[in-house]
Nanobody
Framework: QVQLVESGGGLVQAGGSLRLSCAASGRTFRRYTMGWFRQAPGKEREFLATISSDGSTIVYVDSVKGRFTISRDNAKNTVYLQMNSLKPEDTAVYYC??????????????WGQGTQVTVSS
């Protein structure tokens, strides 16, 4: 089992940046594909980015390409989401998740509790 804890959320002005971190427990982190999702009030959870277990494959949703960067450090059991040029519409709760098969769908096996990101205009 994998436990995930996100951090790094907060309030930022439009155009600003934030770096989210997701720390995973256990010694099997390096076996998992990791993903970032977000959910805004009244909306469905949205896929943002995923990175394969060895970091060799990365997929982004079109709306964040060029602004967000996913990365991982298997030695630190941590996955990151660097978010630049933030917009008010990026306001949401951001979640990291783990799965054994690279996918952009919502059916990841393990989820963190989420971290709030608020972008003011």
């Amino acid at each position: 089992q994998v436990q995930l804890v996100e951090s790094g959320g907060g309030l930022v002005q439009a155009g600003g940046s934030l770096r989210l971190s997701c720390a995973a427990s256990g010694r099997t982190f390096r076996r998992y594909t990791m993903g970032w999702f977000r959910q805004a009030p009244g909306k469905e959870r949205e896929f943002l980015a995923t990175i394969s277990s060895d970091g060799s494959t990365i997929v982004y949703v079109d709306s964040v390409k060029g602004r967000f960067t996913i990365s991982r450090d298997n030695a630190k059991n941590t996955v990151y989401l660097q978010m630049n040029s933030l917009k008010p519409e990026d306001t949401a709760v951001y979640y990291c998740a783990a799965t054994t098969v690279l996918t952009t769908r919502n059916n990841y096996d393990y989820w963190g509790q989420g971290t709030q990101v608020t972008v003011s205009s």
